[in-house]
């Protein structure tokens, strides 16, 4: 993608988009034109410009649906406070930088430069803005495909009479916009078409039953064998293993004794959540809805993307996170967080490989082969 692409404003996306289907004539039945707005899918907005993003991530994992941080004046805490930055706001992202003191009740000392002021990094999801041409027809003897969101968030519409997901659900009762944010994996499995907007039909192939929704389909990308595509398959499988360091929180992947690919992650807050030992991955998923309603794991996770199941009895996993951006410290409910290009790496180095279709290798399918999790807590 190229970067002036990424700065097209939405009305001049959809003018080139259009130049595509012009010549396209509508099927009965995959219109929209005779739909209530209600029911159609909301345009994506014209999010900054930049190379890079910063999307306030806060109120995905805070238990204030609020999920207001402050912008300060300067990257420190003692610094003025310019004005509080919303739920889901986007801002250019024009460098990360060190706080100029320590603030003790944190870990994270870093700071993102904004065009407003400064805000901690932890508080913002990286993202980037690359609306995509969408497809304005299902491909040929395809019942559906993969998409990853390449922008920094979507609106989804409800396609079902009443929420089913315990996420849906509390997004109705408090009222907020129901969003898919950069770099989540869902299932599409239907296309239609308007004047000015495409829409992708969403949902969750995999997890518990779920919702179903329309969106804008600018906002995702057909996933491709090159997204699934092996790395070093010509290394022995044997000689492959990931290594999960509690107390520093990193993650390393080894072919014998060499470090190939190494990444901080987030593991499990409670003690002993993120159970110690050596595991082999069970299960791997292109995308997959998380939930738990157990003590201390009550959660409702949807397009929870490049997911590789080492210990299938928990269903702990190594997976992508765009919930937080504090990866070093510990935040999950004991599966091992990732940046979204950090699990997907691991997801494609590990055993065994999973193809684009189905998309899920499950444990009974294989027992041998499987690249090993030693769990460690050294110091």
């Given at each position: ?28 039945g995959n219109s929209l034109l005779n ?188 996933l491709t064998t090159d997204d699934v ?151």
């Amino acid at each position: 993608m190229s970067s002036s692409k990424q700065h097209l404003s939405r009305r001049d996306f959809l003018k080139l988009a259009g130049l595509g289907m012009g010549a396209m004539a509508l099927r009965p039945g995959n219109s929209l034109l005779n739909l209530p707005a209600t029911t159609r899918a909301k345009a994506l907005p014209d999010f900054p410009q930049g190379d890079l993003l910063g999307r306030n991530c806060t109120a995905d994992t805070s238990l204030q649906w609020g999920g207001t941080v402050p912008i300060m004046s300067g990257p420190d805490v003692g610094s003025k406070k310019v004005r509080d930055a919303h739920r889901d706001e986007v801002f250019s992202w024009l460098r990360e930088l060190s706080g100029t003191s320590i603030d003790y009740n944190i870990s994270n000392q870093r700071w993102v430069e904004t065009p407003e002021g400064y805000i901690r990094s932890n508080t913002l999801q990286p993202c980037k803005n690359q609306p995509n041409t969408p497809m304005t027809a299902m491909p040929e003897g395809q019942s559906g495909f993969w998409a990853e969101v390449t922008v920094p968030y979507v609106d989804l519409t409800l396609d079902n009479p009443a929420p089913i997901s315990g996420w849906m659900r509390d997004h109705v009762a408090y009222n907020l916009a129901a969003r898919l944010y950069y770099s989540q994996v869902m299932w599409i499995d239907n296309i239609r078409t308007s004047s000015d907007i495409v829409e992708y039909h969403v949902n969750e192939r995999y997890g518990n039953p779920g919702d179903l929704f329309w969106a804008d389909g600018a906002a995702f990308r057909p996933l491709t064998t090159d997204d699934v595509s092996p790395i070093n398959p010509e290394v022995d499988a044997a000689t492959k293993k990931v290594v999960v360091n509690l107390n520093y929180q990193t993650l390393s992947c080894l072919e014998g004794d060499r470090e190939v690919y190494f990444c901080r992650v987030s593991t499990g807050i409670q003690e002993g959540s993120t159970i110690l030992g050596e595991h082999a991955i069970g299960r791997k998923l292109i995308s997959v809805r998380m939930s738990a309603n157990t003590t201390g794991a009550s959660y409702d996770l949807p397009g929870i993307s490049w997911t590789s199941i080492f210990d299938y009895a928990t269903g702990l996993a190594i997976h992508a996170a765009t919930s937080h951006n504090v990866f070093g410290t510990q935040r999950s409910h004991g599966c091992v967080n990732c940046r979204p290009e950090d699990a997907k790496w691991v997801f494609r180095w590990s055993q065994p490989t999973v193809p684009l279709e189905p998309g899920d290798v499950s444990w009974e399918d294989w027992i041998q082969g499987s690249t090993h999790v030693h769990v460690v807590n050294t110091l």
